[in-house]
C-alpha cells in the first residue's frame, strides 16, 4: 500500500507519468503531520507548543460538565469556575486567561499533597496569589496531556466541594427550581446591601 503522503501529495504531472516522485513539500509540513493524524484517527496532536483539541473551550465544558458548577468574569480577564454560585458560598476550582496578558493558561486548586508533586512538571508553577492555598499555574497547553488536565479539573472540583460549609451543600443538593430561587434571593438580598452601602 502507498504511504498516505504519497498518495495524497501525488501532482497531475506525476499522474501522467512525467515524474513518478510524491511532491512532499508542496504543503506544510504541519498539514502533513495533520492528515497523518487523521488517517490514523489521533485526534489531538500537538503543533508547536499548543495541543490541538485543549484550549479555554475545552476546559470550559470539562467544567460545566461537573456537578453545581457556575462561572463568572474576575480581574478584567480570568474565567472563574466555581463549585456553587460564589453568592451562597461557592468556591473557585479552576481559570484560564481568556486574553494571554496573565500568568499561564490553566490556573486550579491541587491541594497540599498533589502541590508540590505538580510543580517537579516543567510548565507548571505556583500560582501567584494563590499558591500558599494550593494552586498551581499551567503556563501552557502542553504542560500536562489533555487526560491528565480533565483528570486534574475534576480533583479540584472534588476537593473544592469537600471544604464547602455545610449550608452551601444544602442548597446545591437542593432540587433545581429551589436552589435557583434559594440563588436569585440571596443576589437580591446581596444587590439591596450593597446600593445601601452608597447611599
Known amino acids: ?25 508542496t504543503i506544510p509540513p504541519w498539514l502533513h503531520a495533520q492528515l497523518v493524524a487523521d488517517f490514523f484517527g489521533v ?14 473551550e475545552r ?19 480570568h474565567l472563574v469556575y466555581w463549585v456553587g454560585d460564589r453568592d451562597i458560598g461557592g468556591k473557585m476550582f479552576a481559570m484560564t ?15 497540599a499533597e498533589r502541590f508540590h508533586e505538580l510543580l517537579e512538571t516543567e510548565g ?11 494552586w498551581v499555574t499551567v503556563e501552557r497547553w502542553d504542560a500536562l496531556r489533555p487526560r491528565e488536565i ?10 473544592i466541594f469537600e471544604k464547602l460549609p455545610k449550608r452551601t ?3 446545591l443538593v437542593m432540587p433545581e427550581k429551589e436552589r435557583a430561587k434559594v440563588i436569585r434571593e440571596r443576589k437580591k438580598l446581596l444587590a439591596e446591601k450593597a446600593k445601601a452601602r452608597k447611599r
Open 97 to 111: 486567561d481568556l486574553d494571554g496578558t496573565g500568568t499561564g493558561v490553566l490556573w486550579f486548586h491541587c491541594g
Open 124 to 134: 507548571i508553577i505556583a500560582s501567584p496569589y494563590l499558591a500558599k492555598a494550593g
Open 169 to 171: 451543600k444544602t442548597v
Open 150 to 159: 480533565e483528570k486534574e479539573l475534576r480533583w479540584a472540583h472534588a476537593l
Open 43 to 56: 485526534r489531538q496532536l500537538r503543533i508547536g507548543l499548543t495541543l490541538a483539541g485543549m484550549d479555554n
Open 59 to 77: 476546559i470550559r465544558a470539562i467544567c460545566l460538565g461537573l456537578p453545581y458548577v457556575a462561572e463568572t468574569v474576575n480581574w478584567g480577564h
Open 1 to 25: 500500500m502507498m504511504p498516505l503522503a504519497s498518495r495524497v501529495m501525488r501532482t497531475e504531472s506525476s499522474a501522467a507519468g512525467r515524474d513518478s516522485r510524491p511532491l512532499l513539500l
